[in-house]
């Protein structure tokens, strides 16, 4: 069984985390939509990463996950946050990531990985820098380990 990572967007800060996640051994990306639904029950990690919009995730991922089926999710998902590193938006999308997760009998861990993403404004310029994407890309290792 493989390892997983469902990005909520195309392009952007969790994006480029996302694909050097993917670019590990026996890591698949893809990229989910609120219409997407697929058998998760075969894979042995799950990661779901989004960036954190007025505190809450991606609409891709809450809509993807009320429609997955009960029998084709996971027993557990981590979670990988890019933010702006403003006040506690971070924590309180992983809440409803877990809230989400929780109606359809998924186990979140609840030790999630965020890094900062890049802002308009002076503030993260650069981020995810390279220090960063090698720590995601470790974070995710331990978790085959």
């Not at 990229?31 to 997407?36: E, F, L, R, T, V």
């Not at 989004?50 to 009960?70: M, S």
């Not at 929780?102 to 503030?123: C, M, N």
């Amino acid at each position: 069984m493989d390892n997983l990572i469902l990005c909520s967007k195309e392009t952007g800060n969790t994006r480029r985390i996302c694909d050097a996640i993917a670019g590990l051994a026996g890591w698949e990306s893809r990229k989910i939509s609120g219409n997407d639904v697929f058998d998760l029950s075969g894979y042995n990690t799950v990661i779901i990463g989004t960036g954190v919009y007025g505190g809450l995730p991606h609409k891709n991922i809450t809509a993807f996950i009320r429609k997955q089926e009960k029998s084709q999710v996971p027993r557990e998902v981590h979670v990988l946050i890019t933010w702006l590193g403003r006040g506690k938006s971070d924590r309180s999308a992983f809440r409803h990531i877990q809230k989400e997760c929780l109606l359809k009998g998924i186990a979140v861990s609840p030790d999630y990985a965020k890094f900062l993403g890049h802002s308009f404004g002076v503030l993260h310029v650069g981020h995810p820098d390279e220090q960063e994407i090698s720590k995601a890309k470790a974070w995710a290792q331990s978790l085959c380990d």
